[in-house]
């Protein structure tokens, strides 16, 4: 079992930053690759970002590339993802998942993951 618990978020203006954490417990963290998702209101869960188990693969959305960084750290097992350039259409419930076994890869899809954390609203106002 593991359990995500997700902080960060929070209220900010357009163009501004937040940095969202989700810290893991109860297994070797390195044996998951972790994900972002975000489910704005009236809509499904849609993929935002992913980092395999080592780190050194990611994979972003479309619509957040080049302003969303992914990132982990396997000591503090914790996933981060900076996001930069915020835009309204960025405002959602944003929660992180586990995807056991995904050392070097990563994986877009949510029914894929194992574990999901309670999530964290994210406000951007134009």
């Known amino acids: 079992q593991v359990q995500l618990v997700e902080s960060g978020g929070g209220l900010v203006q357009a163009g501004g930053s937040l940095r969202l954490s989700c810290a893991a417990s109860?297994?070797?963290?390195?044996?998951?690759?972790m994900g972002w998702f975000r489910q704005a209101p009236g809509k499904e869960r849609a993929f935002v970002a992913a980092?395999?188990?080592?780190?050194?693969?990611?994979k972003y959305a479309d619509s957040v590339k080049g302003r969303f960084t992914i990132s982990r750290d396997n000591t503090k097992n914790t996933v981060y993802l900076q996001m930069n350039s915020l835009k309204p259409e960025d405002t959602a419930v944003y929660y992180c998942?586990?995807?056991?076994?995904?050392?070097?890869?990563?994986?877009?899809?949510?029914?894929?993951?194992?574990?999901w954390g309670q999530g964290t609203q994210v406000t951007v106002s134009s």
């Open positions: 998942a586990a995807d056991y076994g995904r050392y070097r890869s990563t994986r877009h899809d949510e029914n894929e993951y194992d574990y």
């Open positions: 109860g297994r070797t963290f390195s044996n998951y690759a």
């Open positions: 980092i395999s188990g080592s780190g050194s693969v990611t």
